[in-house]
């Protein structure tokens, strides 16, 4: 491709959609240097978590461009493999995946570990999409739902038997909103709402594992066990309130280089944040995410066909839905889970399936209507 073609499809694309993902990544690295500092660079900086966080950007910030010369509409003749290959994936994992602190989610390849998890909420979201856009004159009637319910159950039960259960209530979530977008009627989801409500107390009881309810125990109460089950929470909620405005600065943070937060570089990433970047460091990254946000909607609004929307309201959904529960388990409004904060947790599968998406998303802004190119 020439420079001036290079240039001219620089100026297709959606500087929001552009600005925000890899501002995003650029502090996931420093917050992820900071997180693993020093332990994270005894066996040099190239095998550094931050360092390869940094080349996974860089990985993805290519794949998005890659995808936003492309058609997305290419993604419509696909998802059926798309979605079967990932759920089979998925069923790899179950039988005969990567076990890392009792719950397999990963697949080892050489030195390289692979999360399907991650790659499934794309291919479900593409898989509703069309369905909800082949069908679309049906989508208020009763057997849509079902149909669509039929779609999202296979990658969600075989997330939860990971066992995953926050990946597999951002499966849900997606869902939920895209059923919203496609038009299914609001009795049948106010009606699936309460059911599901009404049968929650028994799936607490006969559903969940005996950690994942001790997650709910601690969640009301951590001060029962601060040294246990309670333990993260707490020290998440001092790294965020020790912050104060401004920050203790990189590097600085007590509960952060001292490392009385676990797993702070992925699933509390945002404690971190909170503690050395201050209240003025979440309010720019909570800036970028609602710039990417508003972006995403635009381009679902603008799209030239009702695939083009979905796809684009299922990404939009998907990103939210990480970002809420992300911080809202970060400050204790919600019980522990590990989903990764989009862009800013280490996990290069996270990372490069979050570019793929915006790269999806400049493609449907680029076609979109009344196009000026």
Excluded: C
Aim: charged share 10%; net charge positive.
């Amino acid at each position: 491709m020439t420079t001036s073609a290079s240039r001219q499809a620089l100026l297709q694309l959606d500087w929001g959609l552009l600005v925000a993902p890899v501002l995003l990544a650029a502090v996931g690295v420093l917050l992820v240097f900071s997180a693993s500092f020093p332990q994270g660079t005894a066996a040099g900086i190239t095998a550094s978590p931050a360092f390869r966080h940094g080349l996974n950007a860089l990985a993805g910030v290519f794949i998005m461009l890659v995808m936003a010369r492309l058609d997305y509409r290419l993604l419509r003749t696909f998802t059926p493999h798309i979605y079967l290959g990932v759920i089979l994936l998925l069923v790899v994992v179950d039988v005969a995946g990567a076990s890392v602190g009792g719950v397999k989610r990963w697949i080892e390849v050489g030195p390289i570990q692979v999360q399907p998890s991650e790659m499934a909420k794309f291919s479900t979201l593409l898989a509703l999409a069309r369905l909800f856009s082949d069908f679309k004159e049906h989508n208020a009637r009763l057997p849509m739902l079902v149909a669509s319910l039929l779609v999202v159950l296979p990658p969600t039960a075989l997330v939860f038997l990971q066992p995953d259960l926050g990946t597999a209530v951002v499966f849900g979530a997606i869902w939920f909103g895209m059923a919203v977008m496609a038009g299914v009627r609001p009795l049948y989801l106010i009606g699936l709402v309460l059911a599901g409500a009404a049968m929650l107390p028994l799936a607490f009881l006969l559903v969940l594992k005996g950690y994942q309810q001790e997650r709910f125990h601690t969640f009301l109460d951590p001060s029962s066990d601060p040294l246990g089950a309670g333990y993260n929470v707490l020290q998440s909620e001092i790294s965020v309130g020790s912050g104060g405005f401004w920050g203790k600065g990189l590097l600085n943070g007590t509960q952060s280089q001292l490392h009385f937060l676990r797993v702070q570089q992925t699933d509390f990433i945002f404690s971190v944040l909170g503690e050395e970047l201050g209240f003025i460091g979440a309010m720019a990254i909570f800036g970028l995410f609602i710039l990417l946000l508003w972006r995403g909607l635009e381009a679902a609004l603008q799209a030239q066909d009702n695939f083009g929307r979905l796809v684009a309201s299922g990404i939009v959904m998907l990103v939210l839905t990480q970002v809420f529960i992300n911080i809202g388990v970060n400050v204790r409004l919600l019980p522990v889970t590990g989903i990764p904060l989009p862009f800013l947790s280490f996990g290069g599968s996270s990372l490069l399936t979050m570019f793929f998406a915006i790269g999806v998303l400049q493609s449907i802004y680029r076609h979109r209507r009344k196009a000026d190119w």
